[in-house]
């Protein structure tokens, strides 16, 4: 574990400044729409809450584009060298590059959540229903479960194209790219097809393994 640990650190470490430029960002778009909704009337509350769900999407497009990039820069600055001879399984390096991924996404959601509250008491609770919203159930927590698989397998599905593309050699670019939307078209598939749980849970589960599978079997360093 302390091995796993000095490797997130060292994931955070190479990226701390772009990660508080990014979240400071997040921060500061997030008090202008504070602001606007503190200063715009009751009845036309609406638009502020398309205003922050387009700005948490394309937030969480940059987590989702560091997925990849995660790994090709290991091999752009051939630094992949240093990782593989690390005396640490392999499936470590998988678990630290996306969980400092998941825990990046995790903050953006996290500063969200934290604007939208804000943003609910300055309107006095005319910007959205909050009933549904702090009340759980089973179908509800179960749905939660479900998003949280869904965006892991999403990341390992990443990691995964990025992983063949390097394996075949020719073309990894386009490969990499072919992969990924193969792929994601496959997961859409059968996930509009079969219960959400189950099927999140189960292809998160392959994507690892495979995922672990070619990184110690059919990813080379040279």
């Given at each position: 574990m302390h091995a796993f640990r000095r490797l997130l650190l060292t994931e955070y470490r190479n990226r701390r400044n772009v990660l508080w430029m990014l979240l400071c960002a997040h921060i500061l778009l997030n008090i202008t729409l504070i602001f606007l909704t503190a200063h715009t009337p009751t009845d036309q509350l609406s638009y502020l809450m398309t205003l922050n769900i387009a700005l948490l999407c394309a937030m969480l497009l940059l987590p989702f584009l560091r997925s990849f990039s995660i790994w090709r820069d290991e091999w752009k600055h051939r630094s992949i060298y240093q990782l593989f001879v690390l005396p640490v399984p392999r499936a470590y390096l998988l678990l630290t590059k996306s969980l400092a991924i998941l825990l990046e996404a995790c903050m953006i959601f996290a500063i969200t959540v934290i604007s939208l509250w804000i943003q609910y008491k300055v309107s006095h609770g005319h910007l959205f229903r909050a009933e549904p919203l702090i009340t759980f159930d089973g179908p509800k927590l179960l749905f939660v479960c479900s998003v949280v698989l869904s965006a892991i397998s999403i990341v390992l599905l990443c990691a995964m194209s990025l992983f063949i593309g390097q394996w075949i050699g020719k073309f990894p670019l386009l490969l990499t790219f072919l992969s990924f939307f193969s792929g994601l078209f496959i997961w859409l598939m059968i996930f509009t097809?079969?219960?959400?749980?189950i099927t999140a849970l189960i292809l998160t589960s392959a994507l690892g393994?495979?995922?672990?599978?070619?990184l110690e079997k059919k990813v080379y360093a040279e």
């Open positions: 097809q079969f219960p959400q749980f393994g495979l995922n672990h599978f070619l």
